[in-house]
């Protein structure tokens, strides 16, 4: 179809190749209702994919899972990307891949990975990850990758558990060679929602933890990028989450279904198309769960007349439906919505006892740790 003028094309795909993964960690993205092996997409389906991505003017791919390693074609998936022209980074926990699979990948032209911790200390680490040994196994991946000459960022997302240690994380990532590391506190929808009273840290401990990686920061200047994605639930004003619903970027799930947003299936009546039915572009520029937060015109008040509705976007839309039961509300953590005060009493709630057990996410197998 012949693009609108005025909308934009995407630049990045996410590729969730799959939603296996070995790990439990209680903050997972993934749906509540996750895509079963068998109805995975096939190999040839992805490349054909990946192939429309590129005639749409993509440039980043993101393959990511669950637990990306955990599909056998990953090596042909990366090859067909790269013969498309398109840059691709590997999303992982580490787990499924070693040295000779790693070396298969680079020799297919994989051009980056980024590897998620849980934690700069293995005992705690391995409890969140719900996977004894994982710290170990992490350390192990990030080495074969260095070695192979990939570059590597290391991804961290913090929570009650961990928020003492996110400096202490960007020196681990330092240690493990990483070119770049992103500290990404924690988004409560999903099962991170389920453990949100687990989760959430304090005002202050999250204040303490901004200051020390934005003081890190100006200190490894020069030797690492740190990206910084502040705790939604402390701040002033919302973040332009993906940079604007249907923007920039889009999601393709294990299935096929293309969303707007890694969490776009928790708002309901939205219809999200397939690429088993219909082609990349025609769901980029036509399909409706991509047309109904796009631009402004969807906007309530106080959004609507709002001087930051551009920057913003109004915020996130999954958000505002996790809090307020309506995705067109303003998105609550900004200090301007009338719904605020519904951050402001979970914050209140969540760190004013102690921290409950976890629930962990379990897609397969894995050592329990206790």
Same mark, same amino acid.
Request: include cysteine; glycine fraction near 8%.
């Given at each position: 179809m012949n693009a609108p003028a005025n909308i934009p094309r995407p630049v990045g795909l996410l590729a969730e190749l799959t939603h296996r993964c070995p790990l439990g960690c209680p903050y997972c993205s993934n749906p509540l209702e996750l895509e079963s092996r068998a109805e995975e997409l096939d190999t040839a389906t992805w490349q054909r994919v990946f192939s429309e991505a590129a005639e749409l003017g993509i440039i980043h791919i &993101? /393959?990511?899972?669950?637990?990306?390693?955990?599909?056998?074609?990953?090596?042909?998936?990366?090859?067909?990307?790269?013969?498309? #022209? /398109?840059?691709?980074?590997?999303?992982?926990? #580490?787990?499924? $891949?070693? *040295?000779?699979?790693? %070396? *298969?990948?680079?020799? +297919?032209? /994989?051009? &980056?990975?980024? $590897?998620?911790?849980?934690?700069? @200390?293995? @005992?705690?680490?391995?409890?969140?990850?719900?996977?004894?040994? %994982?710290?170990?196994?992490?350390?192990?991946?990030?080495?074969?990758?260095?070695?192979?000459? $990939? =570059?590597?960022?290391?991804?961290a997302v913090i929570h009650r558990a961990n928020v003492a240690r996110a !400096? +202490?994380?960007?020196?681990? +990532?330092?240690?493990? #060679?990483?070119?770049r590391v992103e500290i990404a506190h924690t988004q409560y929808y999903g099962w991170a929602k389920t453990n949100r009273a687990a989760l959430l840290p304090s005002r202050a401990d999250a204040e303490r933890a901004i200051a020390e990686v934005e003081a890190l920061r100006e200190e490894h200047k020069g030797v690492i990028v740190i990206d910084h994605v502040i705790p939604d639930y402390h701040a002033h004003y919302p973040k332009a989450c993906m940079g604007g619903w249907a923007r920039r970027t889009l999601n393709v799930t294990p299935t096929g279904k293309v969303l707007p947003c890694h969490a776009a299936e928790t708002i309901p009546g939205l219809e999200f198309w397939s690429v088993r039915e219909h082609a /990349?572009?025609?769901?980029?520029?036509?399909?409706?769960?991509?047309?109904?937060?796009? !631009?402004?015109?969807?906007?309530? *008040? =106080?959004?609507?007349?709002c001087p930051r509705k551009e920057i913003d976007f109004g915020g996130c839309r999954c958000q505002a439906?996790?809090?307020?039961?309506? +995705?067109?509300?303003?998105?609550?953590?900004?200090?301007?919505?009338p719904h605020h005060y519904r951050v402001e009493a979970i914050v209140s709630e969540n760190t004013a006892k102690a921290a409950p057990d976890y629930v962990y996410r379990r897609m397969q197998r894995a050592p329990a740790v206790v």
């Open positions: &993101h /393959l990511s899972g669950g637990e990306p390693a955990s599909r056998r074609d990953l090596v042909e998936i990366v090859a067909h990307c790269a013969k498309a #022209g /398109l840059y691709t980074n590997l999303i992982t926990s #580490g787990i499924g $891949l070693n *040295e000779e699979r790693v %070396a *298969e990948l680079s020799r +297919a032209r /994989l051009d &980056h990975v980024q $590897l998620s911790i849980q934690d700069s @200390e293995a @005992e705690s680490a391995d409890r969140i990850a719900g996977y004894e040994g %994982a710290y170990a196994r992490k350390r192990d991946v990030a080495r074969s990758v260095t070695e192979a000459g $990939l =570059p590597l960022t290391v991804n !400096g +202490a994380m960007v020196k681990l +990532a330092i240690e493990l #060679g990483a070119k /990349l572009a025609d769901i980029w520029y036509a399909s409706p769960a991509f047309q109904a937060f796009r !631009g402004t015109d969807w906007m309530v *008040e =106080p959004c609507r007349s439906m996790a809090i307020t039961g309506d +995705a067109r509300n303003a998105d609550p953590v900004c200090h301007l919505s």
